[in-house]
């Protein structure tokens, strides 16, 4: 049963456009996550945020950016796409900062022409 | 180095074998969690073991923290368990360390 929803779950674009991923949980977890996924099924974080607390993987470009409105919503805004980018972007959530057990969403496969 | 390693990279069985998958670590455990993910699906998880057995249908997972691995065994494989096998450490830092997957494909 899918507790963590992503919109879109596919979508295609040209370099140097803007994409916004949305995700929303309702299992009432403190904490969201953003995963990037390549081609060979490497999961790498990007970030995580837990009441107005943002931890970003300093490996992560600064055209990738986390929105959040409230601890259910955590949506990715790419500000301007690169061929590199082209990835499914998971979303997850923990009901503790310090990780514990994560629920993923169904991914947003992004490809960037 | 790596902080998880996981094994086999891939493996091919035919339906009704058991497989045994396994990661290593090399880092302080407070559980492994193990996903499983359907081609272009989403991951699913199958446990969050930090220590001991569990079973859920013909799935067992075993963690020994003293031995620093973490196993997944399916008994009586189907060819519906194909797909990729992720196991991911929770150190008790802001993120799990995921392993490299284990791709399964079990033919009937």
């Known amino acids: 049963e899918t507790a963590v929803f992503q919109t879109p779950n596919y979508h295609v674009t040209q370099v140097g456009n803007e994409v916004s991923f949305n995700c929303k949980q309702t299992l009432g977890h403190d904490t969201m996550y953003w995963y990037k996924q390549d081609s060979k099924k490497l999961l790498k974080i990007m970030f995580s945020y837990n009441n107005k607390q943002l931890i970003v993987n300093e490996t992560v470009p600064r055209r990738f950016s986390p929105q959040s409105s409230d601890k259910a919503h955590l949506n990715l805004r790419i500000k301007s796409v690169e061929p590199e980018d082209s990835a499914v972007y998971l979303c997850a959530s923990s009901y503790h900062r310090r990780t514990g057990q994560l629920y993923f969403g169904e991914g947003s496969k992004l490809t960037v022409l | 180095g790596q902080q998880v390693q996981q094994s086999p990279a891939s493996l091919v069985l035919q339906e009704g074998e058991n497989a045994e998958l396994q990661c290593n670590f090399s880092?302080?455990?407070?559980?492994m969690q193990w996903f499983y993910q359907r081609p272009g699906g989403s991951l699913v998880s199958l446990f969050y073991n930090p220590s001991g057995t569990k079973h859920s249908g013909r799935l067992t997972s075993t963690t020994v923290i003293k031995e620093r691995r973490s196993s997944l065994h399916i008994s009586s494989s189907q060819t519906t368990d194909s797909g990729t096998y992720l196991c991911?450490?929770?150190?008790?830092?802001?993120?799990?360390?995921f392993g490299s997957g284990t791709q399964l494909t079990v033919m009937p």
């Open positions: 880092t302080s455990l407070n559980s």
């Open positions: 991911a450490l929770d150190s008790g830092s802001w993120q799990l360390i």
